[in-house]
Structure formats: C-alpha cells, structure tokens
C-alpha cells in the first residue's frame, strides 16, 4: 500500500513538478489534492519545456494515471486549454481522471477575487485573480458548484441563482460593478459539460481501490506548506491545504495508508505575493539568485522574492507535515558563490528564537540569524552521485539535512529530469 505525498516545504515554486515527474515512471496514479490553476509546475523532459498549471505532473508520464481530486477547484476553460496544448504537443490525456466533487471556478468567482483584490489596495493579499479564494469561500458557505451539478441543469440554475443572489448585491452596491446574469453563467458552465465527461469519476473509489491493489499513488501538493490556510503566514496564504493532511481529506484517503511524506526544498528560499520574508534580499545576491534561478512565477509571470535558505521554516514544515524526506532542488543555482549565509534562527526583539514564532506580530518583525557555509565554483550539473559534489557542495547539503530534521534523500543539480542525484529512493 505504498501511498506518497509529495509537498513544498517553503512557500511553494521549490520544483515540485520536477520531483513529480521524477517519480511519476515509477507510479500508477498522481494526484493533485487541493489548489486550482493558481499552483504552477515546470518540467523539463529533454528539451521540452511544460508549464502545468492545474494538471497533475505525472500526466507527462504515459505509464501512470493523472487524478484531480475532490479538493481541486477547477476552471474548466483552463482545464481544456491545457488538455488541448498537451494534445497538440503529443501528450496523451486520455487517461486524466476529475472528482466529481471537485469544486467549479465560475466566472463570477473570477470576477469577485479580482474586485476584491483591487478594493484592498495596499492591504492585499496578492492572490492571482483566477477565483481561486472565492471558489473555496463558497465551498465553506454551501453555495458551490461542483463538477457533477454540470449534469443536472436544474439543479446547476438553483446553485447559480442562489450564489449570486448575495454576489449581485456585493458587485453593484459595494464595488460599483454589473451585476451578473445567472442564464449567461449557466450557459457557459453547460457549454463545458460534455467536454469534461469522459474524465469524470468517483476518484475516492478509484484510489482506494488502487492502494488496495498495491497500486502506487502519489499525491501532489501546490504551494507549500508556508501558504497553508491553517499552518501558513496567515493571511498571506492560499485558501487550501498544502500540508501532508490535506491529501487525505482533498483526495479521500485515510491517514493509515500514507507511508511517506516527501517535502520539496529549494536550496535556497523564494516567495511570490505579499506577506512576511525574513531572508529577503535586496541586494546584488537576491537579484542574482534570481536571474540564475530563472525565478518566475510559471502560473503568474511574476518575479519571485528571493533570500537565503531558512532553516526555521525548514524544521516547521518537517513538524507540521511528519516529513520522512527532503527533495533538495536547484543546488546548482549556488554555484560560484564564496560564501553562503543560512538563516538558523531569528532575533525578536532582542530574542534568539530557533522555532517558528506563532505570533504572526513575531514573525514580521523577525530577523535571521545567519551562519556562513563556504561556497564551490565547481560545475554540478553533471553530478551522477552525492560523491560527484565538490566538498564545500557536499559539506552544504550535511548540513542544511542536520537543521532541517530529515535526510535529503535526493538533490536537484539542474533543471533536466536527468539532472537528479538520488541519494536514497522513495519507493
């Protein structure tokens, strides 16, 4: 019953996609458990570049089965753009499975977060306007839509009418907007029904029935744990689950069959959107970290905040999620610098503090506390083992392992599939 969860360990981009897809000729299904086309992969396969934003990674894998469970939000325009672009590129998407209880983005749900963002002004939140929140924030309040209304018309107008019943009258009295034609939503929600059918199914059935078969699944995070809605730097935070709990409930699978909880860390430390950063640089080695890490938002287009490596969130996200190993990415980024500072605790107000402050009034107000690790000017890409690493390489990735309270099993020294070195393996 090998289940395996795959998850970001900082705030999300740590490369997910690649340790996905590291994985995905070894597995039967790979399942994306919560987010929506607001969580961004990049996988590199030869010289193909592919940019996923709602879809599971290993739907680039022909052996295993794409799922989108029930914890997605979908939106179904950006759900078939992308089917067609794979298709077109010789992706075979046949096999792609939809829960059936996953949670439709409207258009009025596009519309809100997008009037919303603008109305907060300096206090945004700096989500990426594609409804994501507002899809969540009427999941909780019971007015959803989800995929299986798409096949009961009746029933589809009853939701439609009734979610914009409250929605109108926020559009038109509060932002000064339109208010929006629940025939027109209706409409364009059924125009996507039969395109979307084939691939809807029971997926809770499905997974279980695969773990009971000894089928390996792998389930997959967007974001990362610092984004959580519940453990993350709240406010400044998606509307989901990333953590390791989040694949049992957004997938329907009990917590007794996960067997191994990956987290994905980045060698050093980025973030897109607002919130608090305390390794941020601002300097000449922020911008080069992100000139060479090519950090850019793949679902937003937005340039990444960049610092140091923080092993305080490290150890945070170790905790929260009962992480078993760490996936190690773009350790090649690094090369060529003399001297690399790691962030190993925070001062707060005089205070040294080596865990995560719970105060969210701490955690802004905290400053890293650096220890200095020499660098290597050796190239890495072409490292087949962990002995192939110039000592000051292997030296940085000891010790980032001891801080982070869990063995690196495997390390990202490139951005091609083949450029992994797998120290231990995950299955």
């Not at 038109?172 to 199914?201: D, H, M, S």
């Not at 970290?289 to 340039?303: N, Q």
């Not at 140091?308 to 945070?316: E, G, H, L, P, Q």
């Amino acid at each position: 019953m090998p289940a395996l969860v795959l998850l970001g360990a900082q705030w999300g981009d740590e490369g997910k996609g690649k340790a996905t897809d590291l994985l995905g000729g070894s597995v039967d299904y790979v399942v994306r458990y919560q987010g929506g086309n607001n969580a961004g992969h990049t996988v590199v396969v030869g010289d193909q570049k592919y940019a996923l934003h709602l879809l599971p990674s290993g739907i680039l894998s022909p052996s295993c089965v794409p799922v989108i469970g029930n914890g997605v939000v979908v939106d179904p325009s950006v759900l078939l753009s992308e089917l067609s672009g794979l298709n077109e590129r010789g992706v075979d998407t046949s096999k792609l499975l939809i829960s059936g209880n996953a949670h439709i983005i409207t258009p009025y749900n596009v519309t809100v977060d997008k009037v919303t963002e603008r109305f907060l002004g300096k206090r945004k939140i700096g989500t990426t306007g594609r409804g994501i929140g507002p899809t969540y924030s009427d999941k909780i309040n019971r007015v959803g839509i989800r995929v299986q209304d798409l096949y009961d018309e009746s029933i589809l107008q009853q939701k439609v009418e009734a979610a914009l019943d409250v929605k109108n009258q926020i559009l038109t009295k509060l932002y000064n907007r339109r208010a929006i034609a629940a025939e027109q939503v209706v409409e364009e929600l059924l125009g996507y029904a039969e395109q979307i059918k084939p691939y809807v199914a029971d997926t809770v059935l499905v997974l279980n029935q695969a773990l009971e078969d000894d089928k390996v699944v792998l389930f997959e995070g967007g974001q990362g744990t610092l984004l959580d809605i519940d453990h993350g730097t709240y406010p400044f935070v998606t509307s989901s689950n990333p953590t390791a709990g989040g694949a049992c409930t957004g997938a329907g699978v009990g917590p007794t069959k996960i067997s191994r909880v990956i987290g994905i860390l980045k060698a050093y430390t980025t973030r897109v959107g607002a919130g608090p950063f305390p390794t941020e640089l601002f300097d000449e080695d922020g911008e080069a970290l992100r000139r060479i890490g090519g950090e850019r938002g793949v679902t937003t287009g937005r340039d990444r905040r960049c610092g140091w490596f923080d092993a305080v969130i490290a150890r945070y996200a170790t905790r929260v999620n009962g992480l078993t190993d760490f996936f190690l990415t773009k350790l090649d980024v690094l090369t060529g610098w003399e001297q690399i500072p790691v962030c190993v605790a925070y001062e707060i107000d005089g205070r040294r503090v080596e865990e995560l402050p719970y105060s969210q009034t701490d955690f802004h107000h905290a400053k890293p506390v650096y220890e200095t690790l020499p660098g290597w000017s050796e190239d890495i890409t072409k490292a087949k083992s962990f002995s192939d690493l110039p000592k000051n390489a292997q030296n940085y990735v000891k010790a980032l392992e001891e801080m982070s309270g869990a063995p690196i099993s495997a390390i990202g020294v490139g951005p091609g599939r083949d450029e992994t070195i797998e120290i231990n393996s995950f299955l």
